[in-house]
């Protein structure tokens, strides 16, 4: 056991940490919506108005504080009107990002609807690659207007009287790749011209996103914040994905890997950081008073799909490795909170490093999904100085132990500390400046990286009570290998 120190000063408060970092993302796109959160009102599975009622409750139980849909490459072929009316009435379509049929029975309705029962916001992605400033426009209109006009009077028609409050509208999605392959030139002229037309009605205030960088996609962001402008948009996206070879066509398994691709792992999801912080330096050359902020609203681990799987349908199963990859990033977002805003893990269900797994009238709760849970008061709290020394594992040099500290308007402290090294545990002495200690309770994620829960065995990993050491200016906790822990103190 190697012994490290920790240094937290509650009285150096650093930004707020927003509830939305901790969202995710849904689209049209293998059984993320489909069997994973819509099963349709005569489903025998238990729902609410056709929506899982045991994948409510589990997004109830993290404080899930808002949802993307519909996409993704998905949300710029999607056509809104096509999904509202009477179900048996809805046009179908051929999904060309599973190359399987959509019978948009999970429509405009539903998905407000699944926000209510959650109690997230709505962040919804705007066709802006083969749809029309109109179509928007009108979206915009069915949900949000409260008075008459032939878009209000068509929800009306459709079973709901009263507006929908949304905020978040993204416009266009990757709009340098399946969105529609432009220069940052070419969509900062669109953005421009559809964001025009997307009006505020009936004291609705639309929060607009535009298509950020693909990664490290530097010149992307200098020309959206030169060409736009921070006046008109209230936020940048930016896309992240984790592949641990480094290699999109052989991207390694979900499952077997070694020692040395789990290190590649979290060598590269590391990556974030630095991208955040330069595309944050450029942002703050064209807006020092923080107008825009920088959502990342599609991060996460990306392997090969499960044997036996469609390729198309992005099905992959969750380990302790991807618990830490999911510590590691939402320290990354605590740390730069003060730009980032908004983050949504890809994605919620069934795609990618989803949170929850669906299989038929089954539920299963992932590793992730467990880090979640543990990190879930930081939401909305202010993120303080902490300093750790660390330990440098692998062949990458990488810093073993990763922390976030909060604070809330009560005084309690939320303290989240993951270690990524295989091998060694760490007993750190953390000292918390001038803070009386009343009580302290604790939990912990931690077993063998390659452990998982599967539907023979949804309760293989989960989140255990813990106990973290009182000592004299603070407290000890002693860190497993592959482990994480969230400590609460209260003053």
């Keep these: 056991m190697k012994n490290l120190r920790m240094i937290i000063n509650p009285h150096d408060r650093k930004s707020h940490i927003n509830k939305e970092i901790y969202g995710n993302f849904s689209e049209h796109l293998g059984r993320c919506v489909y069997d994973g959160i819509w099963v349709g009102k005569d489903s025998p599975i238990p729902n609410t108005d056709g929506i899982r009622n045991d994948v409510i409750e589990a997004f109830k139980k993290i404080g899930l504080p808002v949802m993307r849909w519909p996409g993704g490459c998905f949300a710029d072929e999607y056509h809104w009107q096509d999904g509202v009316g009477a179900p048996e009435e809805r046009k179908g379509v051929v999904n060309n990002w599973g190359h399987v049929a959509d019978d948009n029975s999970f429509g405009t309705h539903e998905y407000m609807r699944f926000c209510e029962l959650v109690g997230c916001e709505p962040y919804i992605a705007g066709n802006l690659g083969s749809g029309t400033v109109r179509e928007l426009m009108d979206w ?42 432009m220069s940052p030139e070419t969509y900062a002229e669109h953005y421009l011209r559809y964001a025009t037309f997307c009006r505020n009605y009936s004291g609705n205030e639309l929060f607009k996103v535009a298509c950020g960088p693909n990664a ?221 200690i009343k009580s302290i309770s604790a939990r912990i994620l931690t077993d063998e990286v390659h452990a998982m829960n599967t539907f023979d065995k949804p309760d ?28 609460e103190i209260n003053g």
């Design 140 to 181: 915009i209109d069915y949900m949000t207007f409260d008075g008459n006009s032939p878009m209000a009077e068509l929800r009306r028609k459709n079973g709901r009287d009263k507006a929908w409050k949304f905020r978040y509208l993204g416009i266009g999605n990757e709009s340098w790749g399946c969105g529609g392959n």
């Design 216 to 436: 490290d996609d530097y010149n992307w962001t200098e020309v959206c914040m030169k060409k736009i402008r921070p006046e008109n948009m209230q936020g940048l996206s930016l896309h992240y994905y984790t592949v641990p070879t480094g290699d999109w066509g052989h991207k390694g398994s979900s499952t077997d890997f070694d020692d040395k691709e789990y290190y590649s792992t979290i060598c590269g999801t590391m990556r974030i950081d630095d991208i955040i912080t330069h595309h944050s330096e450029i942002m703050n050359r064209f807006d020092p008073q923080h107008k825009t902020g920088l959502i990342v609203d599609e991060w996460g681990c990306w392997y090969d799909v499960e044997p036996g799987t469609n390729p198309a349908f992005l099905y992959q199963l969750n380990t302790m490795r991807d618990a830490i990859v999911a510590a590691v990033n939402l320290d990354i977002f605590n740390k730069h909170s003060d730009r980032v805003i908004m983050a949504n893990i890809a994605q919620a269900v069934n795609v990618l490093q989803s949170v929850i797994l669906t299989e038929g009238k089954s539920m299963l709760l992932t590793p992730t999904y467990h880090v979640f849970e543990l990190y879930k008061e930081h939401q909305n709290g202010t993120l303080v100085y902490s300093h750790c020394t660390n330990d440098l594992v692998s062949d990458h040099m990488i810093p073993a132990v990763s922390q976030s500290v909060s604070v809330k308007d009560n005084g309690s402290m939320h303290i989240t500390l993951s270690n990524c090294s295989l091998e060694e545990e760490y007993e750190i002495k953390c000292s918390i400046l001038d803070t009386e």
């Design 460 to 487: 293989n990993v989960v989140i255990k009570p813990y106990t973290a050491e009182q000592c004299h200016g603070g407290i000890i906790v002693k860190l497993p290998p592959c482990s994480v822990v969230a400590v």
